[in-house]
Nanobody, 130 residues
């Protein structure tokens, strides 16, 4: 059974940091494209960051230079280090994995809002106060 479980969300002041984790089990752990998305009330879900294979990463322009995506051996846990947080970063954050996609498609998943067959977690809330 595929399972993705996010953790690490919470409330923080603007300028602060949070580190989100995503524990992946089942078939999804073998996926080659892992990503973080977020959605705030009244807005569409948007891609945040993606990591392909064992280290090639890509970011949405809105978080580039502030967020860092990584995976830890044995590659069943993914992280999103979020620094210099802004109130605009307030959202529910979701992790997701997609199998059998190339690097460019993986990056387009978060940058260009393409749709992929994917496994999703339930989300963790991040609230940034100004």
């Amino acid at each position: 059974q595929v399972q993705l479980v996010e953790s690490g969300g919470g409330s923080v002041r603007a300028g602060g940091s949070l580190r989100l984790s995503c524990a992946v089990s089942g078939a999804a752990a073998n996926s080659i494209c892992w990503a973080w998305f977020r959605q705030s009330p009244g807005s569409e879900r948007e891609g945040v960051a993606a990591i392909w294979d064992y280290g090639r990463t890509g970011y949405a322009d809105s978080v580039k230079g502030r967020f860092t995506i990584s995976r830890e051996r044995p590659y069943t846990t993914m992280y999103l280090q979020m620094d210099s947080l802004k109130s605009d970063d307030t959202a529910m954050y979701y992790c997701a994995t997609a199998a059998y996609v190339g690097h460019d498609t993986c990056m387009s998943w978060v940058r260009d809002k393409i749709t992929l067959s994917a496994s999703w977690g339930q989300g963790t809330q991040v609230t940034v106060s100004s």
